[in-house]
């Protein structure tokens, strides 16, 4: 009871809960720091990679005159090394947005069967290795959603399960509508290397990526999904995954339907 503290144990809680007030705020700054410093150092380092490569090529086309097929491929290797900055400052300029709270997410109504046909298409133009199957609820109401970022995002998870199943299998992207809870669920299964339970949790923090002998050598910045769940929760969703080490994942995203008006 209050009854219980003197002013002079009052006086020193107080002494006590400025002092630990103080430490907080100290400790909070450090882990922004060391923040900032691992974006910095992950983000040259990732910008470093294609850009050598990019000069490289460049000063061989200056320097040689090589037959039309190899001056094709180094000038691929051009374009391709440069999509990757370009992907790498989006994800940049987009954790930088949502850092400082300026998420602009831009809620409308969504005809999702737009979206997906878009990212399939693209999703299928880019392997030959992996078959694409689609099963998507028919008479699926509209959902209310920022249309591009949830493209973005579906993408983004369309070609996860693209890189992370080198050896090829089915993709499939799923869609159904969640009439008790009101939200459209949309999964993207792959046949991949899968993810440990131990890992799981951490996937959608800022540059997480899985060191495993499986995943040298597939490319990224580990900030697509945390990208994926600050913008599919700033949308009043949810983004989560069920996965098996070595036998495949499904990556899971629920957003709100539309309260009225079906679109098909
Ligand atoms: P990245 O650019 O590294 O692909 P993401 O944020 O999209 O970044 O994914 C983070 C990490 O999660 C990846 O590096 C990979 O280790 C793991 N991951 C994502 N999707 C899958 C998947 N479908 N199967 C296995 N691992 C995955």
Known sequence: TRQDFSSNDMFLLQGIA?????ALHSA?????VSVRDTFVSVASHELRTPLTSILGYADLLLRRNPPDATKKQWIKNIFDNS???SAMVDDLLNVSRIHSGRLNIKLENVRLSDVFEETVDLIKE?????ELA???????????ADRDKLSQVIGNLLSNAVKYS????QIMLSVHYDLQQQRIVVGVTDEGIGIDRADQDSLFTTFKRIQRPETQGIRGSGLGLYIAKEWIEAMGGEIWLESELNKGSTFFIAIPAQKSGKSG
């Open 18 to 22: 400025s002092v630990a007030a103080i």
């Open 28 to 32: 909070m700054l450090i882990r922004d």
């Open 83 to 85: 999509q990757r900055i």
């Open 126 to 130: 880019s392997t030959k290795k992996h």
């Open 134 to 144: 689609v099963n998507i609820e028919p008479e699926l109401p509209d959902a209310l």
């Open 166 to 169: 080198p050896n090829g299998g």
